[in-house]
């Protein structure tokens, strides 16, 4: 009874409520002064100097005598002010039920959406295109065609379909990717593929991004599909139905 009460706690407390907007207070956080900032630097260093491990920051956590620490790869872990002991996971608000954590690496992870090379994307606009969001997303991802699939429910939006098929995953994904791409209409060919299951007649190979949104994705850090890119800058990873997509989207203008 003790276990299943405690799970119950923790659901809540990872549950996020979707109709906070607004940034809860005890989700600032300020550099920590300079001599601590050394002293836990060169510590943790020393600890996992095999691993390579770099501090990139150190700022005070909404915990007193816990500093919250970024690490390669943008990476966020707390430890107290001598270093002795680390906690890797999600810092959680308890009355907004939002990760603190989360927030963080969206924040450090921003990307700026005009540097996207839009180009380089299947462009479909519907309704009247005033929301904006650009997706990595695989010919052959399961998620990513659910995806599609609520996209296909929304109006007045534009999607920015980057092509980032993983190998290593769906060796095909390349192949139907090019062919898509190189249809008279990409952007029909990629709505009935990824929407209806069609794939287009075989035509002639012709010059094409994918090499180079793939290497774009994975530059960019993502490791998987779909990846959601916001026009101020954050990401999303994975699938979400609607209607939580479409406010997703509409709070990251």
């Known amino acids: ?14 549950t996020p409520l979707i109709a906070c907007s607004q940034p809860s207070s005890a989700a600032q ?4 002064d300079s001599n601590t ?30 500093y919250e620490v970024t690490v390669s790869g943008n990476q966020i872990v707390y430890v107290d002010a001598k270093a002795e002991h ?10 907004s039920r939002e990760s603190l954590t989360d927030k963080r690496v969206a924040e450090l992870n921003r990307i700026d959406f005009s540097s996207l090379p839009l180009d380089k994307a299947i462009k479909e ?12 997303s695989d010919p052959d991802c399961p998620y990513c065609k659910r995806l599609e699939g609520e996209f296909a429910k929304m109006t007045d939006i534009t999607i920015y379909s980057f092509m980032m098929p993983i190998a290593s995953l769906h060796p095909d994904g390349l192949r139907k990717a090019v062919q898509i791409w190189c249809q008279p209409d990409r952007t029909t060919a990629w709505i009935e593929w990824m929407r209806k299951g069609k794939m287009p007649k075989q ?8 090499e180079e949104t793939v290497s774009l994705g994975e530059q960019l850090g993502f490791h998987g599909t779909p990846t ?6 954050r990401t999303q990873g994975g699938y979400s139905p609607l209607p939580q997509l479409k406010q997703t989207i509409e709070k990251n203008q």
């Open 1 to 14: 009874m003790k276990i299943k009460f405690l799970n119950t706690l923790l659901f809540l407390a990872l």
């Open 29 to 32: 956080h300020t550099p920590t």
């Open 37 to 66: 900032s050394t002293e836990l630097t060169a510590k943790l260093e020393k600890v996992y100097a095999e691993q390579n491990l770099k501090v990139l920051s150190v700022h005070n956590s909404p915990i007193n005598g816990l």
């Open 86 to 95: 680390m906690l890797v996971g999600d810092l959680i608000h308890i009355q």
């Open 125 to 136: 606009v519907r309704g009247n295109g005033k929301l904006k969001v650009a997706v990595f």
């Open 203 to 210: 035509t002639g190979e012709c010059d094409h991004p994918v």
């Open 228 to 233: 959601l890119v916001f026009p101020n800058g």
